[in-house]
């Protein structure tokens, strides 16, 4: 089986900053593609931002500039630095993984069990 498991959420002011970071663990051959996402009150699960294997990146237009999303090959691990942070980024953020558990098995995508952010003063 593969885990995703989440940690760093909390409360912050705005302008502050938050570091989010989610490790796979389990039987695992290659994490392809990782992302984060995000689900506000009364709103759908968005994209926040993805990042491949190779390290390219791409990031929700809401984010641009101040979010950053980086990721530890060796330890199945992406990050979410997330600064200048605002209340409309207030949402639960969940992480995503695309994971080979074999070389031969194809891929399937794992989620965390999500982490709540909420920025307020």
């Known amino acids: 089986q593969v885990q995703l498991v989440e940690s760093g959420g909390g409360l912050v002011q705005p302008g502050g900053s938050l570091r989010l970071s989610c490790a796979a663990s389990g039987t695992i051959f290659r994490a392809e593609a990782m992302g984060w996402y995000r689900q506000g009150p009364g709103k759908l699960r968005e994209l926040v931002a993805t990042?491949?294997?190779?390290?390219?990146?791409t990031y929700a237009d809401s984010v641009k500039g101040r979010f950053t999303i980086s990721r530890s090959n060796a330890e199945n691990t992406v990050y979410l630095q997330m600064n200048s942070l605002r209340p409309e980024d207030t949402a639960v953020y969940y992480c995503n993984a695309r994971i080979w558990r074999t070389s031969n098995s194809g891929y399937n995508d794992y989620w965390g069990q999500g982490s709540q952010v909420t920025v307020s003063s």
């Open positions: 990042i491949t294997r190779g390290g390219s990146t």
